[in-house]
Every structure is written in structure tokens, then in C-alpha cells.
């Protein structure tokens, strides 16, 4: 299991659409989440929209692998098709957030963990701005998660405490891209169980 967290804008989604066609017996987990579609989003491709309600009962059934309140929405990693891809010996990638990351990580302590940073926050700002996909409001609260997030990161770095094995900085996409291929090549060379 490969967990790929930093905050959102920061590139996660593009590094790894790019770099999953690579490789073979990789699968990449689609989260839930309880907000809205967005323009030229896929069910069951992006996201599987569903109903809070139903989201609710589901986390409290246990259902889900890791799940996080992000803003006012809900997301979460339906664990089911996690555990059948890595019992038929796929790789997965998580594609999530830091809260769902520390979760993941307490419970699959051999998970690897890789975060991807923006080059800066106001570099962050500018793309979720370009995205042209949230509110004035969901920027400042995604901001506001990545500035926590950010602090958190660099504190933990110099406590030595490393929740994360790779931090990637996604200051050139390509670059970027080519980095989480090496990393992700690393991991699964790695992996005692092959």
C-alpha cells in the first residue's frame, strides 16, 4: 500500500495519473466523498459521490479504510476494494489527505508514505485560484488545511518524528512526476513480500 498525501492543489492527482501507466499490478484507490460532482468528474473514477447519510452509516459500519472531515464534506477510502487488489497482489495507491494518512499509517504500519508539497503556499493558492473549482470560502479553508498541514510537516522534520518516508516538492510537474516514478519503483523493490 502506497499512501500519497499532501494538501489539495498541491498535485497529488496529476503526478500520479501521470506515472501510474508505468507500471503493472498498480491499482489507485477511488475515495468516497459527500460533496458535490464537480464539472467533468466520473462516477466511480474521481470520486464515489454519496448521500452523508449514507457515508455516515457506512464509516460507522467500519467500511472504510481511513476517512476525514475535510471542510464541510466528508471523504473517505472504502476498504473493500483496497484489500482485494492487495490480496491478488496489486500495489494500491491512496490517494488522500493528512488526517486519513495518520490513520492509514496506525493501521497498515508497513504502508509507505509519501508526501507531496508545493513549491509554496502562495504557488498552492494560485493553482487551487486556476482550478476555478471552489468558492472563495473552500479556497481559504483548503488553505488553511495545507498551512496546518505544512507547519506540521516541517515540525515533525525537525523533531526527526518522520511520518513519511518521501517528500516530493511538485516545483515542476515532470520532474515531480519522474521523482514519485523512482520512489514508487524503490517501494516496490523493497517490498519483502515479492
Given at each position: 500500500m502506497i499512501v500519497i498525501s499532501g494538501p489539495s492543489g498541491a498535485g497529488k492527482g496529476t503526478l500520479i495519473a501521470r506515472v501510474v501507466p508505468q507500471f503493472d499490478h498498480l491499482a489507485v484507490s477511488v475515495s468516497a466523498t459527500t460533496r458535490p460532482r464537480r464539472a467533468g468528474e466520473r462516477e466511480g473514477i474521481e470520486y464515489y459521490h454519496v448521500p452523508r447519510d449514507e457515508f455516515v452509516r457506512r464509516a460507522e459500519a467500519g467500511e472504510f479504510l481511513e476517512w476525514a472531515v475535510y471542510g464541510d464534506n466528508l471523504y473517505g477510502t472504502p476498504a473493500l476494494p483496497v484489500l482485494t487488489n492487495l490480496e491478488a497482489g496489486r500495489d494500491v495507491i491512496l490517494e488522500i489527505e493528512l488526517q486519513g494518512a495518520?490513520?492509514?499509517?496506525?493501521?497498515?504500519p508497513d504502508a509507505a508514505m509519501v508526501f507531496i508539497a508545493p513549491p509554496s503556499l502562495r504557488e498552492l493558492e494560485d493553482r487551487l485560484r486556476r482550478r476555478n473549482t471552489e468558492s472563495e470560502e473552500a479556497i481559504e479553508v483548503r488553505m488553511d488545511h495545507a498551512r496546518d498541514e505544512m507547519e506540521e510537516l516541517a515540525h515533525d522534520a525537525l523533531r526527526e518524528s518522520r511520518e513519511f518516508h518521501y517528500v516530493i516538492v511538485?516545483?515542476?510537474?515532470d520532474e515531480a512526476a519522474e521523482r514519485l516514478r523512482s520512489v514508487i519503483e524503490r517501494i516496490r523493490e523493497n517490498d519483502p513480500a515479492r
Open positions: 495518520r490513520q492509514v499509517i496506525a493501521r497498515k511538485n516545483d515542476d510537474v
